[in-house]
């Protein structure tokens, strides 16, 4: 598997919350709780909000959640602020060493 | 506070070789605690995972683009190089550096933060 697979999209109101998803397989994702998530603001430099599946980074808000089941990941962000939009990109270990990002999804928030 | 920045010729002829740095303040790449990548982001795609090294000089490479790829430390100027050879309009992206770290978890990293800005570059004649 090239990529692991997100919605190209998703919305949300203010103070709504969204989820996005991450596919894989088990292979990577289903294979070790190694799933991190990213927060991409164009122009910026990516930036990480939870890793090990569902830890969150010191200083990361705690709107920002993730969990796993089988082989896919999913990332919450509850409370949506203005300043949530951006692009989210999941990534996994995959083995042999290697590491495996999603395509991307863009957060728009309405 | 750690900082990468990241360096390079902005445009490569077809069947060049591209070669970008990553300058790395506020940390060591000479510490044990983490490995350091290359990724990259191609136009209207998402994120790929290029290249890792660790201080001790071990690799590891994308097997897609492994017969291509030599990723280096300097460290006396702490900086990260990436050379990537006989370049194709496939290869135009922005090239990212970053620090991955949880190596206490699991021996190769688990997770890539900071990241620098990021550098475009552009395969073109």
């Known amino acids: 598997q090239s990529t692991l697979t997100q919605p190209a999209s998703v919305s949300g109101s203010p103070g709504q919350s969204i989820t996005i998803s991450c596919t894989g397989t088990n292979s990577d994702v289903g294979s070790y709780d190694l799933v991190s998530w990213y927060q991409h603001h164009p122009g910026k430099a990516p930036k990480l909000i939870i890793y090990?599946?569902?830890k969150r980074p010191s200083g990361v808000s705690n709107r920002f959640s993730g969990s796993k089941s089988g082989n896919t990941a999913s990332l919450t962000i509850s409370g949506l602020q203005a300043e949530d939009e951006a692009h989210y990109y999941c990534c996994s270990y995959a083995s042999s060493s290697t590491w495996l990002f999603g395509g991307g999804t863009k957060l728009t928030v309405l | 506070q750690l900082q990468l920045q990241e360096s390079g010729p902005g445009l490569v002829k077809p069947s060049e070789t591209l070669s970008l740095t990553c300058s790395v303040s506020g940390g060591f790449i000479s510490s044990s605690d983490y490995y350091w990548a290359w990724i990259r982001q191609t136009p209207g795609k998402g994120l790929e995972w290029i290249a890792s090294?660790?201080?001790?000089?071990?690799?590891y490479y994308s097997p897609s683009l492994r017969s291509r790829l030599t990723i280096s430390a300097d460290m006396s100027n702490n900086q990260i190089s990436l050379k990537l050879t006989s370049v194709t309009a496939t290869d135009t992206a922005v090239y990212y550096c970053?620090?991955?770290?949880?190596?206490?978890?699991?021996?190769?990293?688990?997770?890539?933060?900071?990241w620098g800005q990021g550098t475009l570059v552009t395969v073109s004649a």
């Open positions: 090294i660790y201080y001790n000089g071990r690799t």
């Open positions: 090990e599946d569902k």
């Open positions: 970053a620090r991955l770290g949880g190596l206490e978890v699991f021996w190769l990293g688990n997770w890539f933060g900071p």
